[in-house]
């Protein structure tokens, strides 16, 4: 089979788990940030909200991310790959597809899938596409664990963050919030740490189930992002670093940059994307 053969094949795939995703898409309102719905929020909440929104700024229903970086895939220490992936998010019902390519050789890919889909949590690596290396769908740890990414990612949708469809906040302290996303029987929580801006710098949590060969193993965990730009409206992060934490110290895993990002809005009706 030919490498054109497989790329068609995987590209169908892709199209066929956004479709998915398309088709799960529900309605979103208000389809406007309205500062009178932050103000029951905690302190850092509201400041973070006011630092990364304006008011009118038209709620986002999907979100399309082009990231390159380096991917580390070992379980125990660091060997990064380069990478390069598209992602695309639905808002509501939350879910995303993210299709990336692992350099782990001159002429030698690792393709991925690893979504959230109505529900379901879903991860496929194969080299080339054909030699299936990891495969895990279906559930309750991967949906909870993709649910967490999503909520975790959100930083380049802040929109999503804002309370209603599932979206809570619970106050810890002055710069840190518990954040919780309920969908259908899964829910995620992570808590969001914010700087002296306002903006979020880290996410974490105390445990997100980490694969270790054909097993799922509770880890601590945590996110970090960093280079804020203002992108149509919103102020959203450049750059991002994610890692587990081992008894030993962290092991980073994903570091990328966002090279694009492109907005569907709630107020212009059901998200389209031609790829």
């Known amino acids: 089979m030919s490498l054109a053969v497989v790329e068609r094949r995987w590209r169908r795939g892709t199209a066929e788990i956004?479709?998915?995703?398309?088709?799960?898409?529900?309605?979103?309102?208000p389809t406007a940030f309205d500062e009178a719905a932050i103000t029951t929020l905690p302190q850092p909440v509201q400041r973070y909200f006011q630092a990364v929104l304006?008011?009118?700024q038209p709620v986002i229903a999907a979100a399309h991310l082009v990231?390159?970086?380096t991917f580390n895939n070992s379980a125990n220490r660091v060997r990064w790959n380069a990478f390069s992936s598209t992602q695309l998010v639905i808002a509501n019902r939350p879910g995303f597809d993210w299709d990336a390519r692992i350099h782990m050789a001159p002429g030698v890919?690792?393709?991925?899938?690893?979504?959230?889909?109505?529900g379901e949590g879903m991860l496929r690596a194969a080299v080339f596409g054909v030699?299936?290396?990891?495969s895990m769908r279906g559930t309750p740890e991967m949906a909870r664990g993709e649910l967490m990414r999503f909520l975790a990612e959100a930083t380049w949708y802040p929109t999503r963050l804002l309370p209603g469809h599932g979206m809570s906040w619970e106050a810890i302290d002055d710069s840190t919030a518990l954040a919780t996303l309920h969908d259908g029987d899964s829910s995620a929580s992570l808590d969001f740490h914010f700087d002296e801006r306002g903006l979020v710098d880290a996410v974490s949590a105390r445990a997100r189930d980490r694969t270790v060969g054909n097993r799922l193993v509770p880890t601590p965990w945590r996110g970090r992002f960093w280079n804020y730009v203002l992108h149509n409206g919103v102020r959203i992060p450049l750059d991002g670093?994610?890692?587990w934490i081992l008894p030993g110290g962290p092991l980073p895993y994903w570091r990328g940059h966002l090279r694009d990002v492109t907005y569907e809005y709630?107020?212009?009706g059901p998200y389209q994307f031609n790829q």
Request: zero cysteines; glycine letters at 6%.
């Open 18 to 29: 956004r479709a998915r995703l398309q088709a799960a898409q529900t309605a979103i309102a």
């Open 54 to 56: 304006t008011a009118g």
């Open 67 to 69: 990231h390159e970086g």
């Open 109 to 118: 890919a690792v393709l991925v899938h690893d979504a959230y889909v109505n």
């Open 131 to 134: 030699f299936t290396v990891a």
């Open 241 to 243: 670093e994610v890692e």
């Open 266 to 268: 709630a107020t212009r």
